[in-house]
């Protein structure tokens, strides 16, 4: 079963909880990691089995980004508010370069996101 990662920021939360709920059908074909906050709303709002790691700003990003680097995520849905500031700016960045480099797909928004699960790409 591929592991798909989904991190949304504070912003981007109901976007992913609306995406979340309008792909659970195919969603419930992968095991799901997510950041905290994210993975618990998208437990109690979906109702999808999300395996949570630690909340972004406190290393969440940083694990996500490890997991990828050894080969156990195929997939990452990360909605990026753009407009907004982010102290862990870095861990961020860190987890958009492990998917170049390591050719994982890698959304930040809803439109790549549907691309990326309509082509069934995840």
């Known amino acids: 079963m591929k592991t798909v990662a989904l991190i949304a920021h504070d912003g981007k939360k109901a ?14 074909s992968y095991h799901l990691i997510a ?7 998208l437990q109690e ?3 999808l089995q999300i395996e949570r790691v630690l909340s ?20 990452v849905i990360f909605l990026v508010d753009p407009l907004d ?14 998917c170049n480099v390591h050719n994982v797909p890698l959304a930040t928004n809803i439109a790549t996101a549907d691309l990326l699960i309509s082509a069934d790409v995840l």
């Open 85 to 98: 500031k982010h102290p862990h700016d870095p861990d961020i960045q860190t987890l958009m370069r492990v």
């Open 56 to 75: 972004g700003p406190k290393g969440g990003d940083a694990q996500i980004a490890a997991r990828v680097a050894q080969g156990e995520i195929e997939g």
């Open 35 to 41: 950041t905290s906050s994210t993975g618990k709303l």
């Open 15 to 28: 976007d992913m909880v609306a995406w979340a709920m309008y792909n659970r059908d195919r969603l419930e």
């Open 45 to 47: 709002k979906v109702g």
